[in-house]
Structures are given as C-alpha cells and as structure tokens.
C-alpha cells in the first residue's frame, strides 16, 4: 500500500512537459519548412549567382579514357581526371552546404541568420591605390558564420577584392591568371616566404602589390597552398608572412589551433598596417 501512494505521489514525467514547451525551429523562422526539392532549386539559383562561372561537372560527359578507369576501379593519374574528380566532389558539397544555408535562412552575403544580418553595418573602407586582394577560399568555410574571409571583399570595395573557391574550375581559371601577373603575393608562411616589411621596396618602386590570401583552417590551407605549389603553369609563385600578430580581435571567433594563428582578416590587416595602409587596414577591423 506504501509503495502504491509513492508511486503515485511521484512527478509527472519532465520529458513529456518539455516535449510539451518545445517550440520547433520552423515556429521560431530558424529554418525553412519548404520541401526539399524548392530549398534546393533556391540554392542553386544562390550558388550560379555566388559563381558566375559555376557547373557541375557530373552532368558533362566524360571521354572514354576516364568512363574506362573509372569503371574499371582504377584511380588514373592523369591531371584531368584528378581535376575532374575535385571539381565534381566540390560541386556537390558546394551545393549541400548553400542548401543548408538556404533552410537556416541565412544572408548569402554576410552568412548571418536573416534575422541579424549584419550587411547595412559595413562601412566601405578604402585601400591604397596600390594594393589589390584575393581571397582564395577553401569551400569548408562556406556558410561559416565563424569565417572573416568572406567578409573583406564585402567591406572593400569591389574593385579592389574579390575572393575565388577552391574546386571550382572558373574559379581556378580566375586565380591562375591573378598569380601569373607580376606584384603578386600569397600571403602564407612557407619556408621560403619573405618577410612583409621588404615589399616596402616594391612600394617605393611605384608597383602595384596584389595580396592572394589563403582563407581555412590550418589544415585545409595547406591543401590550398599544395593546388598553387603542383600547378605546373604558376612555377613561381612568390610568398610572404606577417610576424606573429598581436592584439587580436577576432580570436573569439574560432578556437586558435597555433600560438602564432590569426583570423584570415586579422592576417590581411597587419600586412595593410606594415606596408603602410594604415586606413585600409583599420577599415577592416572596423568593418
């Protein structure tokens, strides 16, 4: 009898009243409650408008050579076949990753949720009218709202940045003819970069200085330094490093994996700040 009014004196099941009190996302406008095949149709429409240049390569046809080793099982050697196996894995990705953008709704520009778009706040900051930037993006970081990469094209103006994705074949044509042109730089600490401070001399030569700016994790950069390293038409890609970045202000963006890391943005400001574009590198901490 004891043990019959304890079980009946006992609360009532706590999970059954959160079920009860739990708003679903869809309630709260986090997430699209649209189906799939329109949040898709939406995103492709968002990635052609993102990349200009943008295909998926699964819907080309492929010579006979690749359909053979493919089929076979066989992973072929050939630079084409590589390319076309990146280009084809990226397009997917580059995809699912702009749906589950568009079913967050988030901002395809600054990546915030639509309900704090951060756009209206950038204020157009202004670089020397010798210094040009590339971003050169791994697509991991897309949709990121933790990424600063994306947003320095955004805050610069257009016809000084502009940012290029990793795997996609028009975006690869775009950074091959950037890195062929004399004055440009990729901003990365390989053995054999220069130090920032001895492009001074460049400046003072009147020459224009074009920054290509890895934007990743450690882990993904290094892949895209070994895509510029083994294309056999940049032989001499030149490189340069920023000293170990003090005053950070971004490091509570993204958990820092190395003492001497920074953000992608933070990076572009302190070389600005060294070679004397001190307007344009506050514009960039600023936003």
């Known amino acids: 009898h004891v043990d019959r009014l304890r079980m009946t004196s006992r609360p009532r099941n706590r999970r059954a009243d959160v079920r009860r009190v739990f708003v679903t996302p869809e309630q709260m ?10 949040i898709r149709a939406e995103a492709l429409a968002a990635v052609h408008e993102l990349f200009p240049g943008f295909e998926d390569p699964s819907r080309r046809p492929m ?22 196996t990146i280009f084809e894995n990226t397009a997917r990705f580059i995809i699912g990753r702009i749906s589950r953008g568009v079913r967050e709704r988030r901002c395809m ?24 930037i590339t ?35 028009s975006e690869h044509q775009k950074l091959r003819k950037r890195l ?9 600490p390989t053995t054999d970069a220069i130090p920032v401070p001895h492009l001074a001399n460049n400046l003072a030569r009147g020459e224009d200085v074009h920054l290509v700016v890895i934007d990743g994790t450690w882990k993904t950069a290094k892949k895209l330094i070994r895509t510029i390293q ?14 170990e970045a003090s005053g ?7 958990k820092r994996t190395r003492e001497d890391g920074c953000s992608t943005i933070e990076a572009v400001a302190s070389a600005l700040d060294i070679l004397g574009d001190t307007k344009g590198a506050e514009g960039l901490r600023r936003g």
């Open 248 to 254: 950070i202000k971004f490091d509570k963006l993204r």
């Open 29 to 38: 406008g986090v997430t699209d409650s649209r189906g799939e095949a329109e």
């Open 109 to 132: 520009k600054c990546w915030m949720r639509s309900c704090v778009c951060i756009c209206d706040r950038f204020q157009g900051a202004k670089l020397g009218s010798q210094f040009s």
């Open 63 to 84: 010579n006979l050579t690749t359909l053979v080793a493919r089929r076979k099982g066989i992973r072929a050697q050939s630079v084409e076949y590589r390319n076309q």
């Open 230 to 243: 083994r294309d056999p038409t940049l032989p001499n890609v030149r490189y340069i490093a920023i000293p």
């Open 135 to 169: 971003v050169f993006m791994h697509p991991g970081e897309l949709m990121l709202a933790s990424n600063t990469g994306h947003l320095i094209p955004l805050v610069l103006p257009k016809s000084t940045a502009e940012s290029v994705v990793f795997g996609i074949e």
């Open 180 to 188: 062929s042109k004399p004055g440009t730089y990729v901003l990365y």
